[in-house]
């Protein structure tokens, strides 16, 4: 209820990233390692698609432990009890199980026990596809905030001896909490998502699902690993992307001159590349660690929004520019004023 004298707020709210968050495991394996096991070489990996080692999470820690991390990172960032979490999304292509959600395991274990929990499953760009649910649910007033994750542990769902795939991906998880913006501070400005069902034989994971369960006295005829058709991924990611950042910024009411920093999907650094170019940006303002990580999904901008802004390249006032793509396939994009 208003109180007397104050006025009614207007919906829906303009709503802000009140913390980030990230969670790496330990231990890394380098393109030198993967030299050892399957036919490649570090300098294939590196000229191919810029990444130098990935993280792979230990046996017993879980797409959800990783999540859970992310997640206390951010509130405490965002300065906020995680009892007083409203709603949590993590977007996953590596849940924990098949049900529940994996965000119910996280609302265990952060105990967030007053908050609606569920996934989504939009694979890479699935981090800003939640950040644009929570924001219209937090903006509405039906959510006083909420906890948004991506999180992956895509080392349990790679064919480890296919070198067209097991050399580009890692674990990890990325987190943020959206409050409602009332005071002036920073906001997110526009977001753009989409999808196209037709190609979503470019890149799945065959197995596992209704279609192909690994039920006892079934034998599955596919596997429950990655399958990708690189080449033509490749060329959709830099058209989706590039469409995604420009739909993006005209939304905003801003043009690329704007932007401070882009922060786009962590698949690919000559996908990176021809994005920058194409958008004619400077490749100085463009957040890049799949060096260190490698594609870590839904985790990817997640983990590189936290960096970005702990390292201090995020400042008050700054305007920036996510981006993503995914199977689905899928693209978002989403500006942030900060
Ligand atoms: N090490 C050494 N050689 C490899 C290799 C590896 N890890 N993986 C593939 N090759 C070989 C191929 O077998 C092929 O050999 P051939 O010419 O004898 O048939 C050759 O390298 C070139 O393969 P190609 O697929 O044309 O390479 P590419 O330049 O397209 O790079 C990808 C391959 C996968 C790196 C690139 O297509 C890509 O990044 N695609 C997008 C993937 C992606 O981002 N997916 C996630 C989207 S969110």
Redesign the pocket.
Known sequence: MTEPGSTAPTYPLPVRIAGTGSYLPEKVMTNHDLELT????DE??TS??GIRERRIAREDEFTSHMASEAAKRALEQAKIDPADIDLIVVATITPDTLTPATACYVQQQIGAFKSVAFDVSA??SGFLYAMELARHAVGAGAFRNALIIGAEKLSAFVDWND??TC??FGDGAGAAVLVPSTNGGGRILSSCLGTDGAQAEL?NIPGGGSACPSTPGCTPTKTATLA?Q??E??KH?VNAMRKASTDGIAAAGLTIQDIDLIIP?Q??L??IDAIVERLDFSRENVFINLDKYG?T?AAAVAIALDEAHRQGRIKPGDKVLLVA???GLTWASAVIEW
Do not use: E, Y
Not at 38 to 41: A, E, I, K, M, Q
């Open positions: 399957v036919d490649t070489s294939w990996i191919r698609t694979a890479c070198r067209n050399v580009l890149l990708m690189g080449r991924v490749f990611a999907h698949a690919n000559r996908i594609n999904s793509f995914g199977a």
